[in-house]
């Protein structure tokens, strides 16, 4: 029984993880779009 709490809690780092990540390329993905077309 124990183990499946900290499986949950496991997968929702994860999924946080996954969300910062996205979040960080999608920045760097309009960073590089703003870039380009300003210069």
Do not use: D, E, G, R
Request: proline share 3%; net charge positive; no cysteine.
């Amino acid at each position: 029984m124990s183990a499946l709490p900290n499986f949950t809690f496991l997968k929702q780092n994860i999924q946080n993880l996954l969300v910062i990540f996205s979040t960080q390329q999608i920045q760097i993905y309009i960073f590089i779009a703003i870039k380009s077309h300003l210069f």
